[in-house]
Each structure stands twice: as C-alpha cells, then as structure tokens.
C-alpha cells in the first residue's frame, strides 16, 4: 500500500478535504461530550521541531493521546540530526519506530527528503514556503461560522510566506479567490507557492483595496522563522500593511478576521481588530486540534465509513 504523506495543501483532493472536515466536526463533537473515541490506541507519532512552537506542538501531542496514541517530541538540538545525521538516516529510524511523523523545519526540500525515506505518513508542521495544517484549521473555522467558502473572497495583508502560500494553493483546490497584497519585493512567487497559475489571486499595490467586499482578512507577521535577520529592513517595509479598523470596515460587512498566531499588536494587526467583533483567532487556533486529529486519523487508517 502506498504511503500517503501531507507536506503541502494540495497533496489532498478536494473530496479528501472535504472528508477531513467532516470528520473533524464529528471528531470534536464527540471530544466535546466527552466521549472516547480512541483509534489510534498503540500508534506512536513522533514531531520534529527544528523552529520554537506553541499550537503545533500542542495540538499534535494532545490530538494523539485523545486518539488513544501516543506523541515524542524530539528537538533538532538535542537529537542527532542536529550534529548532522543525514536526514534519509534519520527518516530510515525514526518512521521504523513510529507510525507517523510531524515535522517542523526550515527548507520543504528537507520534508521531502525525509518523506522520501520513510516507511510511515510525513505531515507538515510548518516549513519556510507551506503550514498546510493551519489552511485546514482556518477554512475548517470559516466554514463553521459562515459556510462554503466556495466563491468567496480571502484578503491576504502582509508577507508572502508560507502561510500566504498555502491559502493560496487551497484557493485553486476549493475554488475561492484571494485578494493579496504585499509591499514591493515581497510578491508572491508562483513556483515557490506550488501554484498552477495566478487564475486564482490578485495581487493590490494598496492593501486597501485588497480588503474592500472580502469575505476573510487576514495577515500574519512581518518576520516568518528564519528571516529574523532581515526584521529591522522589514519593520520599515510593512509599516503600511497593518490590518486595523478602518480596513475591516471596508471589507464585506460579514468579514472574518482571521490570524495563525502568534501575532504582534500594533504590528501586523491592531489590538482593536484581533481583540474585536471580527476576530475568530482563539476558534482558528483550537480548530488546529481537531483538523488535525481528522488528519492523522485519515493518515493511519483511511477513510471511516
Ligand atoms: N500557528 C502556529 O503554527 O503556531 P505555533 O508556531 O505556536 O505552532
Ligand atoms: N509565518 C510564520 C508562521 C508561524 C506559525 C512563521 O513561519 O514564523
């Protein structure tokens, strides 16, 4: 049987994305009435970080044991592959020991390698170009507040980085369209967002008008992991590229405000949005946990009839 690996957005169908979302509805339906629901008893998944995290690493170590299995956290930095053990060795091990792996790193080069070489599914957890797992959280989250997203329109405000990347990849898989804007320099670059084209997005000098009659705005930081260096010269280039009331109100009045975390008030967003009547960052994030729990299951034993 072949090997299913989730290392960027479009490595699902579209029927298979539609499924997890299903079944993480379920999913959190029966986690919050409390039920057991263990079908991932004995598994073990094993997460990488090489960059810091908060929600991944929690939502992937608590989604396991609420499946029944169990998660080990390894650091780079004080495992060996931070001295250097070639990732394909490492691959070889660890999914020898394992039933599935979650990794965070810098270049996708390195996940696939790592996939390449393992016996068991690879997921995503955040690389320097994909957060395929955060797109599964977000559209989850748009879906439950205002239905099919299908059609819609998604206003991305700021960096074109790895998570603008992937709302971008998921706008041509569910057919929405994403109004982007980014400052000069930071443009979205199609290769590196794994796109078949620009038929799905449209690129605005003025994040202004990117906003205007959006269904969903949303930004994340001006610095990703891994660019720290260059965060003084980005400070200066996204100064005008902060979502703030007046943005939201030109959005559609239905707007959604949307924020992978974590953020930076008076940065990338005011306090006055994310804190407001908009904003749906503290629902986005909880549903990392129970996309994610869909997403392992689906993995590890296929589809649930
Ligand atoms: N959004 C997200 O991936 O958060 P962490 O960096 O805390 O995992
Ligand atoms: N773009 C951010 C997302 C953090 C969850 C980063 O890569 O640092």
Request: overall charge negative; some cysteine.
């Given at each position: 049987?072949?090997?299913?690996?989730?290392?960027?957005f479009n490595?699902?169908?579209?029927?298979?994305?539609?499924?997890?979302?299903?079944?993480?509805?379920?999913?959190?339906?029966?986690?919050?009435?409390?039920?057991?629901?263990?079908?991932?008893?004995?598994?073990?998944?094993?997460?990488?970080?090489?960059?810091?995290?908060?929600?991944?690493?929690?939502?992937?170590?608590?989604?396991?044991?609420?499946?029944?299995?169990?998660?080990?956290?390894?650091?780079?930095?004080?495992?060996?592959?931070?001295?250097?053990?070639?990732?394909?060795?490492?691959?070889?091990?660890?999914?020898?020991?394992?039933?599935?792996?979650?990794?965070?790193?810098?270049?996708?080069?390195?996940?696939?390698?790592?996939?390449?070489?393992?016996?068991?599914?690879?997921?995503?957890?955040?690389?320097?170009?994909?957060?395929?797992?955060?797109i599964?959280?977000?559209?989850?989250?748009?879906?439950?507040?205002?239905?099919?997203i299908?059609g819609k329109t998604v206003a991305w405000i700021g960096d074109s980085n790895?998570v603008c990347n992937t709302w971008l990849q998921a706008a041509e898989l569910l057919n929405f369209n994403m109004h982007v804007s980014t400052?000069?320099?930071y443009e979205v670059e199609i290769e590196r967002a794994g796109l078949y084209d620009d038929s799905h997005f449209e690129e605005f000098e003025?994040p202004?008008d990117a906003a205007?009659g959006a269904h969903l705005v949303t930004?994340?930081?001006?610095?990703?992991?891994?660019?720290?260096?260059?965060?003084?010269?980005?400070?200066?280039?996204?100064?005008?590229?902060?979502?703030?009331?007046?943005?939201?109100?030109?959005?559609?009045?239905?707007?959604?405000?949307?924020?992978?975390?974590?953020?930076?008030?008076?940065?990338?967003?005011?306090?006055?949005?994310?804190?407001?009547?908009?904003?749906?960052?503290?629902?986005?994030?909880?549903?990392?946990?129970?996309?994610?729990?869909?997403?392992?299951?689906?993995?590890?034993?296929?589809?649930?009839?």
């Open positions: 049987m072949s090997i299913k690996h989730y290392l960027q490595d699902l169908t579209k029927d298979e994305i539609y499924y997890l979302f299903d079944r993480a509805k379920w999913i959190k339906d029966q986690f919050k009435s409390y039920k057991k629901y263990w079908p991932l008893e004995d598994r073990t998944l094993v997460m990488i970080f090489e960059k810091a995290s908060t929600r991944t690493r929690l939502s992937f170590e608590s989604g396991m044991q609420q499946l029944g299995g169990s998660a080990i956290y390894l650091n780079t930095k004080d495992s060996q592959l931070g001295r250097g053990e070639p990732v394909e060795d490492a691959a070889q091990v660890i999914s020898r020991m394992s039933d599935v792996v979650m990794i965070r790193t810098y270049d996708q080069e390195i996940i696939e390698r790592f996939a390449e070489n393992s016996r068991v599914p690879v997921i995503n957890g955040l690389t320097n170009e994909y957060h395929p797992c955060q599964l959280a977000d559209i989850f989250t748009y879906i439950e507040h205002r239905g099919p299908e790895n400052p000069k320099g003025n202004m205007k930004t994340d930081v001006w610095t990703s992991m891994g660019y720290e260096a260059e965060q003084k010269e980005r400070m200066m280039d996204f100064a005008d590229w902060q979502v703030d009331s007046d943005m939201m109100d030109v959005a559609d009045k239905s707007a959604l405000f949307m924020h992978c975390l974590p953020a930076h008030r008076g940065e990338e967003v005011t306090a006055e949005v994310i804190d407001g009547k908009h904003s749906v960052v503290w629902d986005e994030a909880e549903n990392r946990l129970h996309v994610q729990k869909a997403l392992l299951e689906y993995l590890l034993v296929g589809e649930v009839k």
